[in-house]
């Protein structure tokens, strides 16, 4: 009897979170069935399948173009699974190196990598081991991408793991610009900026926020370079401390915008 009431307060206290009106729509997603049909009024939710082969090589030649080797192709959208965020990975990596990787090389320094990677998502996180499976995938796509990105150019791979010490929505460039790139004589300190998150974007490490003057990247892409550099939780607080105002009223605005960053950033720098 307790366990159902305590179950019934649960659900009025997510009702209580969505907004009421005659017009417009909400979009819930969840990965409980359950939990869904009691936000939905016992309705039945729509249930988003899993990508087909067909969807999955489709967004694959996106990235990297018609190729010849179909059948490497379908074996390696089919060893992703059929995720896109996996697979965009891989395309991306492969469109980088261009000649230097085909997809069947791709296919067989994913299969050498599961190793390092299943020792990667042992670590003691309950978001790394949530999805064993799911999670592997993104990590073994994400490692082979930052070690090319790492060889090739250093400086994007330092802004990526600068960023995995914050909220992983809504980072904004002060944050990650070195304070030299403010002058006008250190345009190009700003335009090497601009570059390296441009080859983030290239490699589907970070999107642009809604916004437009912010940067967002996946939970799993953050985990997996947060788990792997841990060193620069002290370099993300330093960062802040620079670019944070004094606590006068004009300038709660940015406090607003920098506080979940700093409630992070502060958080994961003291258990590191």
């Given amino acids: 009897m307790g366990t159902e009431k305590r179950e019934s307060a649960t659900k009025r206290a997510r009702i209580e979170f969505l907004p009421v009106c005659e017009h ?40 990297v ?29 492969i469109e980088k190196k261009a000649s230097r990787c085909t997809v069947e090389q ?9 190793q390092s990677t299943t020792s990667l998502l042992s670590a003691k996180s309950d978001e790394l081991r949530r999805g064993r499976e799911t999670n592997k995938l993104i990590m073994l796509t994400w490692q082979i991408s930052f070690e090319h990105m790492y060889e090739n150019r250093r400086s994007a791979a330092d802004l990526l ?3 995995s010490f914050y909220d992983h929505q809504g980072i904004p460039a002060m944050l990650l610009r070195h ?3 403010d002058s006008a004589s250190n345009s ?7 570059d ?4 983030l974007r290239d490699f589907s490490f970070i999107s642009v926020a809604p916004s437009g003057s912010a940067f967002e990247m996946h939970r799993l892409v953050q985990l997996a ?27 709660w605005s940015t406090c607003r915008l920098l506080y979940p960053h700093a409630k992070v950033a502060l958080s994961l720098s003291s258990t590191n």
């Fill in 24 to 63: 417009g729509a909400i979009l819930l997603t969840s990965r409980s069935r359950a939990a869904a049909r009691e936000l939905v009024d016992d309705r039945l939710p729509t249930v988003v399948e899993p990508m087909s082969q067909k969807q999955a090589v489709l967004l694959l030649h996106r990235k």
């Fill in 65 to 93: 173009g018609q190729t010849n080797d179909g059948e490497a192709t379908e074996k390696l959208v089919a060893a992703l699974e059929y995720m896109p965020l996996a697979i965009s990975q891989a395309g991306s990596c």
């Fill in 106 to 114: 791709y296919l067989g320094k994913l299969e050498k990598s599961e």
């Fill in 161 to 163: 793991s600068l960023m």
């Fill in 179 to 181: 304070p030299e790139s």
């Fill in 188 to 194: 190009s300190v700003d335009d090497a900026f601009e």
């Fill in 196 to 199: 390296d998150v441009d080859v």
């Fill in 225 to 251: 370079t947060r788990r792997q550099h841990d060193q620069w939780a002290e370099h993300s607080v330093r960062r802040l401390d620079a670019v944070l105002p004094d606590a006068e009223y004009e300038a």
